[in-house]
C-alpha cells in the first residue's frame, strides 16, 4: 500500500505541487506532476513555466482552496481539460467544456497530413465533418491561410464551442458552421478539396473499459459508434462521394483494431480509391485514406 504522503510545514508552490503529484500518484493517476501544474497554474492564472520561478511563494488561502476542490474533482473522475477550460492541440490551445470531446494527440496525426495535401492547393475547399471543439477544421484553418473550412456538428453546443475557438484564433472569417447530422446540413452541389472526420467509434461492449473520465463525462453522443462501432463509417463512406471533388481527399480518423473493417467500407466503393493508413504515434493504425477517383 502507498503511504500517504508528508505534510509539509510551510504550503508554498513547490510543496503544494510535490504533495499534489505524489497523492495523484497513489491514486493510481499516470501524469499526476503534470496534472498537479496545470491545476495550479490555472488557479494562479499563469502558465506551467512560470510554477518554477514562483516556487517560494504562499499561494492565499481561497487559492488553496480552489485547488484542493479541483483535485478532488479529479480524483472524482472528472478531465483536466475540461477542469481548467482547455487543452493544447497541434498548435494552439482549445476551450472545452463537456459539450465536446477532449482533443487527442493521435488526431494530430489527421490535422498533418490533411496539412501536406492541401499545401499545394490555392484556396481549397475542407470539410470537417462532426466537428466538435474544432480542433481540426480551425488547426486546417490556421495553417492553410487561403482554405475556406465548413465544419459541421449534430450538436448546436459543440457547435457554439467550435465559434468560440474560431474566433479565438481568428479564423471565423473563412469558416462556416453548419449544424445537422453529418452531411445532412451541407448544400446540395457543394464540392471539397479535403474530407475529414472523426466519427464516434466505440462500441457499446467496449465503454465499461474506457478510462472513467472519458466514459462518465466526456459526451456519449461523440463516442457512441453504434451496435460495432462502424456505424458513421457506413455513412460516410456511401455518403461522401458527391461531395469530393474528383481527386479529393478523404482522411477519416479510426480505432486502432478498426483499420480493417473501415478500409473494406471505402473499397466497396466504386467512386474511392483507397489509400495508406497513417499510424500513430505509439505504432497503431489511427488514419484512414482516400481519394476520389
Known sequence: MTPAPQTPTIWNIKALLAWT??????KG??????????LLAHVLGCDRVALFVRFEELPTDAERAKFKELINRRVGGWPVA?????????MLTFDVDPAVLVP???TEVLVLEALKRLKPLT??????????????AISLAHQKKDARVTATDISPDALAVARKNAAKHGVTERMTFLQGDLFAPVPSGS??????SNPPYIAPGEFAALAPDVRDHE?????????DGLAFYRRIANAAGPFLKPGGSLLLEIGYTQEAAVRGLLAERAEFEVGPTLK???GHPRVVTAKKR
Open 104 to 106: 487527442r494527440p493521435d
Open 123 to 136: 484556396a481549397p475547399d475542407v470539410l470537417d465533418i462532426g466537428t466538435g471543439s474544432g480542433c481540426i
Open 219 to 227: 459526451p456519449r453522443i461523440a463516442l457512441d459508434g453504434g451496435p
Open 191 to 196: 464540392t471539397f478539396d479535403l474530407i475529414a
Open 29 to 38: 493517476f499516470d501524469e499526476a506532476k503534470r496534472e498537479a501544474e496545470l
Open 21 to 26: 503529484t505524489d497523492f495523484l500518484k497513489a
Open 82 to 90: 475540461y477542469l481548467v477550460g482547455s487543452r493544447a492541440f497541434y
Open 280 to 282: 500513430d504515434g505509439s
